[in-house]
């Protein structure tokens, strides 16, 4: 759907810079018309681009599958997936570039994007005629149900630290730097796997 709403808009700035051109009967104009139409450029070929590199993890994981084998596990890597990546505008906004909380945060998301691809890369090879037990793609969906449960514990801390600032215990600070180290362990031993 993006890529269809850029290049509609990419055609409408076209549209706009043609205009321009014949609209145009003077050298200033015209010059006019050829800043537009570079930007016309420059802004279609970027945004072509981005959609397509940008392609979420989750439709290409459902892409990698045949048949419908891998259905559950697909399912639950979304889901660890998307809950995630559900909290970046929550960490992008709320937690100062550089710190420790959001260094983490990348590191989880940095793994998560990492299990989606090891299991595409299995799926993609999988020996569909032998169909031996999937034990590698169900370890990731247990280490990603792991690693989403503990970031869940975590964004629950760091929002009660936020609104209960009046209230704060200091267990909730020490709740926080344990979840921290225990999610920095968690992606660095993922991250060998």
């Not at 200033?28 to 993890?57: D, M």
């Not at 760091?158 to 267990?171: G, R």
Request: proline letters at 1%; a negative charge; glycine letters at 8%.
């Amino acid at each position: 759907m993006g890529l269809v709403m850029v290049n509609i808009v990419s055609l409408i700035m076209f549209g706009l810079v043609i205009v321009m051109f014949v609209l145009a009967d003077s050298i200033g104009g015209i010059a006019i018309g050829i800043g537009l139409s570079l930007i016309w450029l420059v802004f279609t070929i970027a945004a072509n681009i981005h959609i397509l590199k940008g392609r979420r993890s989750t439709e290409k994981l459902k892409d990698s599958a045949r048949g419908h084998m891998f259905d559950a596990q697909i399912e639950r890597l979304n889901r660890q997936y998307e809950s995630i990546m559900s909290r970046e505008e929550y960490f992008h906004k709320n937690v100062e570039e550089g710190s420790g909380v959001r260094n983490l945060y990348e590191d989880i998301k940095e793994q998560a994007q990492s299990n989606m691809d090891s299991a595409i890369g299995f799926i993609q090879t999988y020996d569909y005629y032998t169909r031996p037990q999937p034990v590698y793609l169900d370890n990731l969906c247990r280490q990603g149900d792991e690693l989403v449960r503990k970031f869940n514990i975590l964004v629950e801390k760091m929002v009660d630290i936020d609104t209960n600032l009046s209230t704060l215990d200091m267990k909730y600070v020490d709740d926080v730097i344990e979840c921290m180290n225990n999610m920095r362990q968690n992606t660095g031993s993922q991250g060998m796997s």
